[in-house]
C-alpha cells in the first residue's frame, strides 16, 4: 500500500484482557519498528524487526509484551494481561534501509 | 536517563516569525538526527535530518543547525505559518543499532494568524 497500515485504530481492553495490535508496512520495506507514545510524550522505542528477524526488542516494557513477523511482512503486537499502565498509543514504522522510516498513525489503546 | 532533552515544551509564534526549538544529547555515538511534525491522531513523519558532517542543512521554510562540540541541534521554521501548528520531536539514532531512534519530549508549536 502507499503507507503503514495499522489496525485497529481504538482499541479499549478491560484490566487482564489480552489484545493484539496490527501493522501492515508499506511493501518491499526491510526494517519494521514498534514504538509506544504516551500522552504528552515522544515515542519510545519497543522492538525492531529486519524481515523475520527479530533484532532488537530491548524496549519491550515486560515479558507481557510480544511482537513477531513471521513472513516478513506483516507484524502483530501482542499485550498479555493488559494493565492500566499500557494505555498508549503503539506507532509502527518501516522503513528500506532503517533511517527516514514511515509511521503509521498509530492504534490508541485504553486499558479500563 | 533522558539522553535527548528538547525544549522549549511548547511555543506561540505570529504568523511570519522564527519558530525555533532546540535538542541536546548525551551520546557522541548518535550519527543521525531527524525531526519529526505530528499532527492530532496521526504519527510523526519526517520533516528534515541531518547527519554530524555537516553544520546546517536547509529544505525550504525548515533549517537544522547541528553543533557537534556542544551536542546540540535546532530546527528553524521561517516564516512560520498556521498550518505548521503541530508537535514537532527531535530524534537521534545510533548507525549500528538499525535505526533505532531515541525521542526529545516534543515541543507543542503554535502558530497565531
Not at chain 1, 520495506?29 to 519497543?46: I, N, T
Not at chain 2, 506561540?12 to 526549538?21: D, F, L, M, P
Not at chain 2, 546546517?56 to 547541528?66: A, H, L, P, Y
Not at chain 2, 528553524?76 to 549500528?96: E, V
Request: with cysteine; aromatic share 12%.
Amino acid at each position: 500500500g502507499a503507507g503503514v497500515s495499522q489496525s485497529p485504530r481504538y482499541k479499549v481492553a478491560k484490566r487482564g484482557q489480552d489484545v493484539a495490535l496490527r501493522c501492515d508496512p508499506i511493501s518491499g520495506h526491510v526494517s519494521l519498528f514498534w514504538y509506544q507514545q504516551a500522552l504528552g510524550q515522544g515515542p519510545e522505542f519497543l522492538t525492531y524487526f529486519q524481515n523475520e528477524a527479530q533484532l532488537d526488542k530491548s524496549g519491550l516494557p515486560s515479558d507481557r509484551f510480544f511482537a513477531e513477523r513471521p513472513e516478513g511482512s506483516v507484524s502483530t503486537l501482542k499485550i498479555q494481561r493488559t494493565q492500566q499502565e499500557d494505555s498508549a498509543v503503539y506507532l509502527c514504522a518501516s522503513s528500506f534501509s532503517g533511517s527516514g522510516y514511515t509511521f503509521g498513525s498509530g492504534t490508541r489503546l485504553t486499558v479500563v | 536517563q533522558q539522553q535527548v532533552k528538547q525544549s522549549p515544551q511548547s511555543l506561540i509564534v505570529q504568523k511570519g516569525g522564527i519558530s525555533i526549538i532546540n535538542c541536546a544529547y548525551e551520546n557522541t555515538a548518535f550519527d543521525y538526527f531527524p525531526w519529526y511534525q505530528q499532527f492530532p491522531g496521526k504519527g510523526p513523519a519526517l520533516l528534515i535530518a541531518i547527519r554530524p558532517d555537516v553544520s546546517e542543512k536547509k529544505e525550504g521554510r525548515f533549517t537544522i543547525s547541528f553543533n557537534k562540540s556542544a551536542k546540540q541541534f535546532s530546527l528553524h521554521i521561517m516564516d512560520s505559518q498556521p498550518g505548521d501548528s503541530a508537535t514537532y520531536f527531535c530524534a537521534a539514532s545510533r548507525a549500528n543499532q538499525g535505526g533505532k531512534l531515541i525521542f526529545g519530549q516534543g515541543t507543542e508549536l503554535s502558530v497565531k494568524p
